[in-house]
Every structure is written in structure tokens, then in C-alpha cells.
């Protein structure tokens, strides 16, 4: 993409009234204007709120609010020049139950208040092989999440990285938080839509499609998914110290990194 062209976008962006862009300042260390009030005063509703993480360019955001309309969506994302293209669509198509925030994910506690969000999705985000804090599923996140999540708020994850797959598995189990969902191949047979239904999981796992997930399956990729929650076990109120996983990282490092290597040969 030109500069010019992103520029453009950039200032497009600026007059779309689904996208916020607020400054650092005003989120780093620092309750952002909204914090506690995006049902009251953004949305006009006491709908659930759902965030998708990374959302890119919102691709996932807008096909879950068109087939959820009872719910409010925001997407998270640091670019801008990505962001556009939902927000575009959003405004455009006077999708009311839709929001873009362009800001680091870091920053969510600051954004929303506990138990202001009622799921969260992340979809195909940057494994992170070597650096786990970066990880959206690491221990470091969760604990921002739980802090904005009702108590049985569910996470997804979809990836096309069995690393990151098998990373959150274990971490959910070494810290023994219930997994509804966990399928090394949605598009395999373990995911029908009836157990999906069975498991009152949205079968938007299956029929919607982002640009990188169709990429990836011509790849020849599979594609993964897990759904849990941060509830202890048994359940309280409060969540304890969330631990990293003990389990072998580096092997499933280079398990990555030569199936990835095995597709680009192909």
C-alpha cells in the first residue's frame, strides 16, 4: 500500500463515527472516557459487549455483528490503514452494534471496566514463538482479560498455529480453567455444528472466514480453535495468580516452525 493512499485512509478514519483513536495518554495508566460507560453512552443498550482482539481489518468484527444484532461488537487494532476497511463498512452500512478502538491491546484494562465485556475473540494473531509476554493468550494477558470479563466469560481462540493452540491448552489446564471447545481441525468431523450447538458455541467458527484464514487453508493449514473460560476451579470470584504453562515450548517451537516451512515448500 502507497503512503499516499494511506494517508488517505487516515483521514478518511477520522470521520468515521464507529472508530475511536484516543491517544496514549489517555489510555496508558488511565481510565479512558468510556471506561464503564460503552453500554450507556456508546451503544445505547445494555446488550452483551464482545471484543475481537487484533481484529485486523475487522473482518470477523462485522460478520459477527451482522449475524448477531442482539450483541454490541468492538474490534481492537493498532493500525489504522487495516482498521479503515470495517470501520468503512460499518459506517457505510449503518451497522449501529459495532465499534473500532485503534489502540494497543496492552491498554484494555484502562478501556473497560470489570465485568464490561462478556467474550473475547482472537483470531490469528501473531504466535509469538519466542516471546511469550506478547503471546494475547499468555498469563500476562489473561489477567487483563479477567479483569474485564464477566465471571464466565468465554475466550475464543482461532489460529492456524498449532503452537499457540497447544501453548493455550496447556496453560488452561496447568491453571485448571474449564475448556468447552478444543479442536486441533474445525473443519474436520469433532466440529460438527450440532456438537457446536450441543456446547452453545457460535457456529461462526465454521462459517465465517477471514482474507489470512482462507489463505491459510490453501495453504493447506489446519485450522484450530479453543473455547474457555477464567473461571477457577471450583469457581469464585476471584482468580488467583494465572501460571504459565509447564509443558515442553520448545519442542512445539520447531514442530511450528518445520510444518510451516513443509507448506511454503509445497
Not at 489517555?26 to 481510565?31: G, Y
Not at 449501529?96 to 478502538?101: C, D, G, L
Not at 493468550?137 to 487483563?144: D, V
Request: net charge neutral.
Amino acid at each position: 500500500m502507497s503512503r499516499y493512499n494511506k494517508l488517505l485512509k487516515f483521514a478518511e478514519n477520522e470521520t468515521f463515527d464507529c472508530l475511536f483513536q484516543p491517544p496514549m495518554e489517555e489510555v496508558f495508566r488511565k481510565d479512558y472516557k468510556f471506561k464503564n460507560h460503552w453500554h450507556s453512552e456508546v451503544f445505547g443498550n445494555n446488550n452483551p459487549i464482545v471484543l475481537e482482539l487484533g481484529c485486523g481489518k475487522g473482518e470477523y468484527t462485522v460478520a459477527l455483528a451482522e449475524r448477531n444484532p442482539q450483541k454490541n461488537y468492538i474490534g481492537i487494532d493498532i493500525k489504522g490503514a487495516r482498521l479503515w476497511k470495517g470501520a468503512k463498512y460499518a459506517q457505510t452500512n449503518g451497522l449501529q452494534n459495532v465499534r473500532f478502538i485503534r489502540t494497543k491491546i496492552d491498554f484494555i484494562e484502562w478501556i473497560f471496566g470489570e465485568g464490561e465485556v462478556s467474550e473475547i475473540w482472537i483470531t490469528f494473531p501473531d504466535p509469538q514463538l519466542t516471546r511469550a509476554r506478547k503471546r494475547l493468550t499468555s498469563s500476562l494477558f489473561l489477567e487483563r482479560y479477567s479483569k474485564i470479563l464477566i465471571p464466565d466469560g468465554l475466550i475464543h481462540l482461532k489460529t492456524d498455529s498449532r503452537f499457540l493452540h497447544e501453548y493455550t491448552k496447556a496453560l488452561a489446564k496447568q491453571n485448571g480453567f474449564p475448556l468447552y471447545i478444543s479442536s486441533s481441525d474445525i473443519y474436520n468431523v469433532e466440529s460438527s455444528p450440532q456438537k457446536l450447538k450441543e456446547t452453545n458455541i457460535p457456529e461462526e467458527i465454521l462459517n465465517v472466514q477471514t482474507f489470512y484464514e482462507q489463505f491459510y487453508i490453501k495453504m493447506g493449514l489446519k485450522i484450530t480453535y479453543l473455547c474457555f473460560t477464567l473461571l477457577s476451579n471450583p469457581p469464585d470470584t476471584h482468580i488467583a495468580e494465572i501460571k504459565e504453562p509447564e509443558w515442553d515450548i520448545e519442542y512445539w517451537q520447531v514442530v511450528e516452525e518445520q510444518g510451516r516451512s513443509h507448506q511454503r515448500i509445497q
